[in-house]
Nanobody, 122 residues
Framework: VQLQASGGGLVQAGGSLRLSCAAS????????MGWFRQAPGKEREFVAA????????YYGDSVKGRFTISRDDAKNTVYLQMNSLKPEDTAVYYC????????????????WGQGTLVTVSS
């Protein structure tokens, strides 16, 4: 199983970015896909998850109303649209996958991508 995250970069506060995570080696539609982030000196934080077959979505409190997770099962790809970015959103963003049911806990996920850095300048 491989998860390849991309789309990070430098953006000004108030701007937008879209992250992508392409998965291979798994039956994508049967996996919950999540996004987590880790800022320097901080613990890993749940950002968003899309349950298998995309039936439900979940968001961390700090990103609700600003971020949107979506998935394209035909392309084995999950996306994270990030709007109204704030400097406190600066972090390395990781995509992760687990079979079937959704979870907001990182330790419940079996597979992780390499991370993509998002930097939001003030």
């Amino acid at each position: 199983v491989q998860l390849q995250a991309s789309g990070g970069g430098l953006v000004q506060a108030g701007g937008s970015l879209r992250l992508s995570c392409a998965a291979s080696g798994l039956t994508f539609s049967r996996y919950t896909m999540g996004w987590f982030r880790q800022a320097p000196g901080k613990e890993r934080e749940f950002v968003a998850a899309s349950s298998w077959y995309g039936s439900r979505t979940y968001y961390g409190d700090s990103v609700k109303g600003r971020f949107t997770i979506s998935r394209d099962d035909a392309k084995n790809t999950v996306y994270l649209q990030m709007n109204s970015l704030k400097p406190e959103d600066t972090a390395v963003y990781y995509c992760a996958g687990r079979p079937f049911g959704a979870s907001t806990m990182g330790h419940d996920y079996d597979y992780w991508g390499q991370g993509t850095l998002v930097t939001v300048s003030s």
